[in-house]
């Protein structure tokens, strides 16, 4: 039904859950999105929910680490969430180790890092001030 | 992919975004899943992201009265959020205006509802006990 990828904005945050089979084409324009609306809402991060997702190959594996660079880039820093044991195993087994990808177990966990990770750099600012 | 809509706890609250065609066997599967969430997590609100949807029918409309009915009785406040404008209108068109469902914007409103949903009640209890 959906041909795009709903971001949902969580106060500083967007929220992505990604749900069906991404194809070349849905993920240009979720990475397009992404960068749109991390530019319209000033987003300091962003959760990438893969909960739903039984397998990531290595099309997938790509697609979430140019989420990650290029959110940071745009200083917005993207924690993996929801990631099933199995996957995880997939990933070691073909090599794709995310390198540069935070993650979480859940989105819980995930928005404490991000809130955790930007009061850090706030505390920096402040210290640098003093 | 998924042949279940993932459930995201988010602190008090649960979120779910339906992005795919929801036939029947995955609308019962996402009440029975939603009503274990609740159960387990003791959460007080459920956010049901519908952005995605172009189109609501009266079988997603009756889907989502039920969802808001069961949680209600499982004490969780259920706010629809994302609607579009063209669903809006197919859904009074239809003759569905979805009584007792509570609506919002986006996310970040719809968690502010149910925040002082929450602390309304809080309150109240706080005053019978003084």
């Known amino acids: 039904m959906a041909e795009r990828i709903p971001i949902l904005k969580m106060g500083e945050f967007l929220l992505v859950t990604i749900q069906v089979d ?5 993920a240009m324009q979720l990475q397009e999105d992404l960068t749109s ?24 594996g790509r697609m979430i680490a140019n989420i990650s660079s290029i959110s940071g880039i745009l ?10 044991p199995q996957v995880a195993i997939t990933l070691v087994e073909l090599g794709l180790s995310l390198p540069g990808v935070e993650t979480a177990l859940d989105v ?15 505390l920096d600012v402040v210290g640098c001030q003093g």
Chains 1, 2 share one sequence.
Request: aromatic letters at 2%; charged letters at 30%; proline letters at 0%.
């Open 22 to 26: 991404l194809h070349d084409q849905m």
């Open 75 to 84: 200083d917005a820093r993207t924690v993996v969430v929801g990631m099933r």
């Open 108 to 122: 819980d966990r995930g928005m404490d890092r991000l809130r955790a990770a930007i009061e850090g750099g706030r």
């Open 37 to 60: 609306a991390i530019e319209r809402t000033s987003a300091k991060g962003v959760l990438l929910d893969i909960s739903a997702l039984e397998m990531v190959d290595s099309f997938i």
